[in-house]
C-alpha cells in the first residue's frame, strides 16, 4: 500500500499511528538495555540471588492485565455504537490503572520494610535496579493515564464514532504496550537472579 495515498485524514491517522510505533520501539530499546545490565550485573559478589519481589507486584499485575481487557472492551463497545459502555470501561480502565500505580508504590513500601533502599547503607545494586525499571515504567503509566483521561474526555464530547476513533485507538495501544512491557519485566525480575 501507497503511504502517501489517501484522504489527508487518512494520512494524518497514517502519520500518527507511525509516530506511535517509534516511541513504543524506542521505549522498548530502552528497557531491553536495562534489562541487560541487570542481567550482567548479577555476576557481582554484592547480587542478592535470594530476594522476592514484593507480593504487591504481583497484584498490580493482575490489575494491569484486567485493565487491558476493559480497554479491548470499551473499544467493542464504541464499535457497536454503545456510548454508555464505552464510557464504564473506559473509567474501569482509568481507575485500574491507577490502582496499578498505587500497587506499584505498596510494593516498595514492601522492599523498603525487608531492609532495602534506594540510597543509602541499605540499598544495592539489586534493589537500585529494581526501583529504576519500575519508576521508569509507572512514568509511562501515568502517562497512560493522561492519554486515557483526554480519550474520556473526547469520548464525552463525542469526539469518537465506530468510523472514527483514531485517538482511542492509540491510547488503546500505548495502555496495551505498557501493560505487555509490565508483564515482561514483572516476570524478568522475577525469574532472573
Same mark, same amino acid.
Given at each position: 500500500?501507497?503511504?502517501?495515498?489517501?484522504?489527508?485524514?487518512?494520512?494524518?491517522? +497514517?502519520?500518527?499511528?507511525?509516530?506511535?510505533?517509534?516511541?513504543?520501539?524506542?521505549?522498548?530499546?530502552?528497557?531491553?538495555?536495562?534489562?541487560?545490565?541487570?542481567? /550482567?550485573?548479577?555476576? +557481582?559478589?554484592?547480587?542478592?540471588?535470594?530476594? +522476592?519481589?514484593?507480593?504487591? &507486584?504481583? %497484584?498490580?499485575?493482575?490489575? @494491569?492485565?484486567?485493565?487491558?481487557?476493559?480497554?479491548?472492551?470499551?473499544?467493542?463497545?464504541?464499535?457497536?455504537?454503545?456510548?454508555?459502555?464505552?464510557?464504564?470501561?473506559?473509567?474501569?480502565?482509568?481507575?485500574?490503572? /491507577?490502582? $496499578?500505580?498505587?500497587?506499584? $508504590?505498596?510494593? &516498595?513500601?514492601?522492599?523498603?520494610?525487608?531492609?532495602?533502599?534506594?540510597?543509602?547503607?541499605?540499598?544495592? %545494586?539489586?534493589?537500585?535496579?529494581?526501583?529504576? @525499571?519500575?519508576?521508569?515504567?509507572?512514568?509511562? /503509566?501515568?502517562?497512560?493515564?493522561?492519554?486515557?483521561?483526554?480519550?474520556?474526555?473526547?469520548?464525552?464530547?463525542?469526539?469518537?464514532?465506530?468510523?472514527?476513533?483514531?485517538?482511542?485507538?492509540?491510547?488503546?495501544?500505548?495502555?496495551? $504496550?505498557?501493560?505487555?512491557?509490565? %508483564?515482561?519485566? $514483572?516476570?524478568?525480575?522475577? &525469574? %532472573?537472579?
Amino acid at each position: 500500500m501507497d503511504l502517501t495515498q489517501g484522504t489527508l485524514e487518512e494520512k494524518t491517522g +497514517r502519520a500518527k499511528k507511525m509516530m506511535l510505533w517509534f516511541g513504543i520501539i524506542s521505549l522498548i530499546m530502552s528497557f531491553a538495555g536495562w534489562t541487560s545490565a541487570f542481567v /550482567v550485573s548479577s555476576s +557481582r559478589p554484592d547480587w542478592l540471588k535470594d530476594f +522476592r519481589l514484593p507480593n504487591a &507486584f504481583i %497484584v498490580s499485575t493482575l490489575i @494491569i492485565i484486567v485493565s487491558s481487557i476493559a480497554f479491548v472492551l470499551a473499544k467493542k463497545a464504541l464499535k457497536a455504537g454503545h456510548r454508555k459502555q464505552t464510557a464504564i470501561w473506559l473509567l474501569i480502565t482509568l481507575v485500574l490503572g /491507577v490502582a $496499578f500505580v498505587i500497587g506499584q $508504590f505498596v510494593g &516498595f513500601g514492601q522492599i523498603i520494610d525487608a531492609g532495602y533502599n534506594f540510597t543509602g547503607p541499605t540499598s544495592n %545494586v539489586t534493589m537500585s535496579y529494581i526501583y529504576l @525499571i519500575a519508576l521508569v515504567h509507572i512514568l509511562h /503509566v501515568i502517562v497512560g493515564l493522561v492519554c486515557l483521561l483526554v480519550v474520556i474526555y473526547n469520548h464525552f464530547k463525542q469526539k469518537y464514532t465506530a468510523s472514527n476513533m483514531l485517538g482511542l485507538e492509540l491510547a488503546a495501544t500505548f495502555w496495551h $504496550f505498557i501493560d505487555i512491557l509490565w %508483564v515482561y519485566l $514483572f516476570l524478568f525480575l522475577y &525469574f %532472573v537472579r
